[in-house]
């Protein structure tokens, strides 16, 4: 993890916040990771990435080197915190958002609220609002008893954001539409053994996939084939060159 930037520390509205800052040159890209990951999920990116542009990656409340959220996480507000840093920061618009899984609804309504702050938006096996709820009803018999016991043995935070997901997706719901931006889906072509997925499972995900690269006129899909939920991690070049590809149509945009 040598290449990743240095870690920095800032507090918005009484909330402690880790970020890292690297490289130059717009739209800036802005790395928003999935639920409980920490900003360096990302190292495997670097530095490739901050070759392309200037990079911005951090901790959501409760997650790596930021504090425990003071206030419940809902996306609207982890959108308000998301701006406030990336301006305390200086790192100007319009951004290029890379969202993974759960960051995925906070990338979707940063778009809405802020269509003329989005370049373009990556969603890297990202969560539809759709997906809330949807993925505990298609659980397995062992998914669903794993999941028991980790509520058993790990207490949930009030305020964390999966304890706030279906509030998260009201927001999304009640927001303006997506704008008409680059937009891609690069989803996993690996799928979950049978006991962690069903069938019926899998065809939701599926379905909620293809939503989000619907979401734009601009939009479209790929598939990392030889990665399930973690394409950063296992087909680091595809990630990288999905964002160039992004970055060139948002260039050729303005």
Do not use: C
């Not at 639920?35 to 997650?63: N, S």
């Not at 309504?109 to 938006?121: I, K, S, T, Y």
């Not at 009803?137 to 058993?152: E, F, I, Q, S």
């Not at 989000?212 to 598939?223: C, F, M, N, T, V």
């Amino acid at each position: 993890m040598k290449h990743l930037p240095a870690r920095q520390h800032a507090v918005i509205d009484g909330q402690q916040l880790a970020y890292g800052v690297a490289g130059h040159g717009g739209p800036a890209i802005v790395l928003i990771n999935g639920a409980g990951g920490p900003m360096e999920g990302w190292f495997r990116l670097f530095p490739d990435v901050a070759q392309l542009a200037q990079v911005f990656m951090y901790d959501r409340p409760g997650v790596g080197a930021s504090g425990k959220p003071v206030a419940p996480q809902t996306a609207e507000l982890g959108v308000r915190q998301l701006r406030a840093l990336l301006n305390q920061a200086g790192v100007p618009g319009p951004y290029l958002l890379v969202a993974h899984s759960f960051g995925g609804l906070y990338a979707n309504l940063f778009a809405r609220l802020h269509p003329q702050d989005a370049a373009g938006v990556l969603f890297i096996e990202a969560a539809a609002p759709e997906d809330v709820g949807a993925m505990k009803a298609h659980a397995g018999p062992v998914t669903r008893m794993l999941n028991g016991l980790l509520n058993v043995f790990v207490k949930q935070d009030a305020n964390g954001e999966v304890a706030n997901e279906t509030q998260s997706v009201g927001q999304i719901h009640a927001a303006p539409p997506f704008p008409v931006i680059p937009l891609t889906v690069l989803s996993g072509a690996k799928t979950p053994p049978g006991w962690a997925a069903s069938p019926a499972a899998l065809a939701a995900r599926e379905r909620s996939q293809q939503g989000l690269a619907a979401l734009s006129p601009l939009g479209r899909r790929i598939k990392a084939q030889g990665s399930g939920h973690f394409p950063q991690m296992s087909e680091p070049k595809a990630v990288v060159d999905a964002i160039a590809a992004l970055l060139e149509s948002a260039r050729q945009r303005v």
